[in-house]
């Protein structure tokens, strides 16, 4: 990569260095696929979700009332303030503990960060953003490990406890059921609105505040009703993580667009260029396993595409359920809606339709 | 007037935003931009059309060279008629001209389909019509498809439904148009219930076969259903 004489001098802002940040940073399916193409897959009476399937993170059973939910999430800064990175990062990284359906135990901390670039009071408030949203979720911050690095990185290991039993994976989905979704969409191209200063406060309160809400509630609601599968939508976008939970469960999906809930003016950003990088890597990933029955406008199969951080959750319902599992969040104060369907069909494969 | 901008070793969202700065200038004819990953290339077309400019791009050594044009007609309506020929409504089209790996490719898709329900064109054959008189109604509809190839016309999908699934036969002589018809990006897909009923199911790939509730969308949400 080239210097160039147009770039604008660092005024030292957290995410002027970072070419992506988020879950925009994460590398696509298409490239993992080929990484991971020749691990050895681990096996284990014990381990009840490893890397198959593209599981949110790996479960290991202690005893049959108890299990152990592994995970790690960490990225470069996504906004300038140093505290709200911290706590966007954190929950990212608690996420995929309540994707599995379990609590966050305890949580430790993974940070690279360059001390000679930024004073080390922006290195403290990083930790103290991560450190509240911990504790917001009810779990310990116990530790951490740091290293000097010529950009930013913030996450967290975290542990979790569920009953075998109550295990969400991404493969319990049957035929009939219904999608709902948390959350609205658009996180990527927002953040990206967000960097090239089009945000207005209003639209910035309002992903600040999704970005920082803990999944914790949402699942507690969904509890009351029967839950299939679940799964947080995160940096594969909606389309790739049903996609994934498609697959897992061996079913086809439908998806309304009608029905779905983007942040405002995404769309007008999307349709002006602001599209992520990964946005196109998850394309080339999952295109090919989606039918759009009608012409979709570009901006909205953007946001398809487009990589959540800190996204929803999506569930698999029976149809009987899913006005129950509204209800639920809705008395929980959580917006859900149904967004689609699984189907039989082929395995993996999304019917896009209009309304 | 015309300017050039060199933004190579920018990442987005800088050349979305120092491109838009331009394109806010009036007097600027035409803009030229070098960007060197394809994201940008493909940011900039999202911008250059959500402006109404014309958007070309070219791949040159290590970077592409995307040039926006304002042209003094309406632009968008100089595309529909250049490359949408099934164009029937208003309806805003997906009218971009992206790059990739240095050929410039429009998207046509379009809302019409082809629903085929029988094998042959037109006429069905009762009982009463003779084998030569079949042959040539099947005969007829492989021209159909065959002038339907070579029109340039771009329907959405062509689907097919009762007898018309005989023609995804894999010896018969209709598979090597449809496959060519396939391979310009038009959906061919067959009802699953009828493949079966033919004895057809196992030979034909599973992506392109499709149920009823699915055939019922594609008709109910297309422009224009054309069934020979």
Known sequence: ?355 | MKKSLDLRGLTCPEPVLRTKKLIDDQSLSCIEVLVDSEVNVQNLTRLGNSQKLTVQCKAEDEHFRVVLQRSTTNSEEQVSAEHHHDATTTRAKVSSTIAAGGNIISSTATGTIILISRNTFGEAHGSEKSKEDHDFSANLLNLFLQTLLQSGHEPRAILMVNSGVKLMDPDGPYIKVLNELKEKGIEVLACGLCLDYYGLKSKVPVEQVTNMFAICEYLFSADRIISP
Not at chain 1, 49 to 64: H, M, P, R, T
Not at chain 1, 190 to 198: I, Q, R
Not at chain 1, 334 to 345: D, L
């Open chain 1, 1 to 355: 990569m080239t210097t160039n004489p147009e770039k604008p001098i660092d005024n030292n802002q957290l995410t002027n260095n970072v070419k992506a940040g988020g879950c925009s940073a994460k590398i696509s399916a298409f490239e993992l696929k080929q990484i991971l193409a020749g691990l050895p897959k681990m096996k284990h009476a014990n381990l009840l979700s490893g890397i198959d399937n593209f599981e949110d993170a790996a479960v290991y059973k202690l005893n049959d009332d108890l299990a152990i939910i592994e995970s790690v999430d960490f990225f470069p800064p996504l906004v300038d303030d140093p505290y709200l990175y911290g706590q966007i990062a954190a929950n990212n990284a608690l996420s995929d503990v309540y994707a599995m359906g379990g609590k966050p135990l305890i949580a430790q901390a993974i940070f690279a960060f360059p001390t000679c670039d930024y004073p080390l009071s922006i290195a403290a408030e990083i930790l103290r953003g991560g450190a509240d949203q911990v504790a917001k979720a009810g779990a310990l911050l116990t530790g951490g490990h740091s290293i000097q690095s010529s950009e930013t990185i913030y996450g967290l290991a975290v542990t979790g406890l569920i009953n075998p039993k109550d295990i969400l994976t991404n493969s319990g989905a049957r035929p009939n059921d219904r999608i709902v979704m948390t959350k609205a969409l658009g996180t990527g191209v927002s953040l990206l609105a967000l960097k090239a200063g089009l945000l207005s406060k209003a639209e910035q309160s309002l992903l600040f505040a999704a970005l920082t809400t803990l999944n914790d509630r949402a699942l507690e609601a969904a509890r009351r009703v029967d839950i299939h599968a679940c799964t947080d939508v995160t940096g594969f976008g909606l389309v790739g993580h049903i996609h994934e939970m498609a697959k897992a469960s061996k079913l086809a999906a439908r998806m309304v667009i009608s029905a779905l809930r983007f942040f405002p003016s995404a769309q007008e950003f999307a349709k002006q260029g602001l599209v992520p990088a990964s946005a196109y890597g998850n394309r080339k990933s999952f295109e090919a396993n989606v039918s759009y029955i009608k012409d979709l406008p570009l901006e909205i199969s953007d946001l398809l595409y487009d990589p959540q951080t800190a996204g929803g959750l999506l569930f698999a319902v029976a149809e009987n359920d899913s006005a129950n599992l509204i209800n639920a969040m809705s008395e929980a104060g959580i917006e859900a809606t149904v967004i689609g369907e699984f189907t039989e069909g082929i395995p993996g494969h999304i019917d896009v339709l209009i309304s």
